[in-house]
């Protein structure tokens, strides 16, 4: 950013207070140009009464001449105290002139003009010598005001252009600075939003990209360090979600109270969990009745193939259960009732290891583990 380690936020009101803070100048100088405009139109009034004032002034005087009347006299002195106002006011003026020529030239024309009104006020103005003198004093000020004219003319052309030209330097000074400022920070805010831009492109492709590179202390360093959290998080779900399609023990996950993704797919691995092992469970016992339905229907087989001879049938039985089951030995015994108060046992058949054997033996009831099942009459099993 054009501060590091500032927020976003405050660089918009740094901006906004350094905008403001130049319209402020630039309205400083506003007033400032204004003020100097008023003072040139102002002189410029008094500048064009000033010569009004002078030329009624030579009328009158001529007038005097012409007429020798006394009001003409009073009106030549009244235009010249009219005159005499308006240097005055001239001379009030700061035409900001580095020689000083119009306070210089407006002191000549007033000398110039008390010359002329003390000439008036001698009585006998109209006579010859007078009027020569008048003349002369009046050739005089018409000099010296046409120099004042000159200058106050050439005073408003140069100051007219310095304050276009200053005006025109200010408005373009601040124009580009105003400009270069939003222009940085347009680039900079255009720099970050493209580098999140092509981090959420990623994203919505399915990628997982690394997080986007920000200065830490603004809004976008933390939005850096947030996405940065979010991708390590979507690793660890991806790597999760591949050890729930492979065999074997599945990573250990613990989502957030508030993480919504992580709690769904621990609750689809417990149901996976649970559907395997209901499929294991369901396979074993279909295999053990399909096992259990085979061993009855062979034994079935073996039962009416066979109805005569009881050893032989004993021995085909034992035969197929041990087969069958898997083991190394087995015996069958057949009760003897003959002796109701005295039973007995009697081995009718004997396989061990793939071979009949050819065994005789009697048990009591209660004798060893076949006299204790036919007591009993309960199975036995022991491992």
Same mark, same amino acid.
């Given at each position: 950013? =054009? ?24 309205? $400083?100088?506003?007033?400032? $140009? ?38 003409? @006299? ?20 700061? +035409? ?19 010359? @002329? *009104? ?48 200053? @005006? ?14 939003? #222009?940085?920070?347009? =680039? ?19 990628? @997982? ?6 200065? +830490? ?13 979010? *991708? ?5 779900? $991806? ?26 797919? #621990? ?34 087989? #073996? ?13 085909? #039985? =034992?035969?197929?259960? $041990? ?10 015994? =057949?009760?003897?009732?003959?002796? +109701? ?28 583990? +076949? ?13």
């Amino acid at each position: 950013m =054009i501060i590091n380690g500032i927020t976003v936020r405050l660089k918009l009101l740094l901006t906004t207070l350094v905008t403001l803070l130049l319209l402020a100048v630039l309205s $400083v100088i506003y007033l400032d $140009v204004s003020h100097r405009i008023s003072l040139e139109n102002r002189l410029l009034d008094t500048r064009s009464a000033m010569l009004s004032d002078l030329r009624s002034l030579n009328g009158a005087i001529q007038q005097l001449f012409l007429s020798g009347e006394v009001q003409w @006299l009073e009106i030549s002195v009244r235009n010249a105290h009219q005159l005499e106002s308006h240097l005055t006011i001239i001379s009030e003026m700061d +035409p900001h002139q580095e020689d000083g020529a119009i306070p210089m030239r407006t002191d000549r024309v007033q000398t110039a003009l008390d010359h @002329l *009104v003390a000439a008036l006020n001698v009585p006998g103005a109209n006579d010859s010598a007078s009027r020569s003198i008048i003349q002369s004093h009046m050739m005089v000020l018409g000099e010296m005001a046409g120099d004042l004219d000159g200058s106050i003319s050439r005073e408003l052309d140069h100051s007219t252009g310095a304050i276009r030209t200053r @005006l025109f330097l200010a408005m373009l000074l601040g124009i580009l600075f105003i400009g270069g400022i939003l #222009v940085l920070f347009t =680039i900079n805010l255009g720099k970050a939003f493209g580098k999140l831009s092509a981090f959420t492109n990623n994203l919505s492709r399915g990628r @997982l990209p690394a997080a986007p590179d920000f200065e +830490p202390g603004d809004e976008f360093g933390q939005m850096a360090g947030d996405l940065s959290r979010h *991708v390590e998080d979507l690793s660890q779900k $991806v790597s999760y979600i591949k050890s729930l399609s492979t065999e074997g023990s599945r990573e250990h996950y613990k989502p957030g109270a508030e993480d919504e993704l992580g709690n769904a797919l #621990v609750v689809l691995s417990d149901y996976l969990i649970k559907k395997d092992l209901d499929e294991v469970s369901r396979n074993r016992e279909d295999k053990k009745q399909n096992w259990i339905s085979e061993g009855v229907a062979q034994m079935g087989d #073996v039962l009416r193939s066979e109805r005569e001879n009881v050893t032989d049938l004993s021995y085909l #039985v =034992i035969q197929k259960l $041990v087969n069958y089951m898997n083991v190394e030995m087995g015996s069958l015994f =057949i009760t003897n009732d003959t002796d +109701p108060d005295h039973l007995t046992l009697e081995l009718t058949a004997s396989y061990a290891y793939d071979r009949r054997k050819y065994l005789n033996r009697t048990l009591d009831w209660g004798d060893g583990l +076949p006299g204790s099942c036919a007591m009993e009459k309960k199975r036995i099993f022991l491992t």
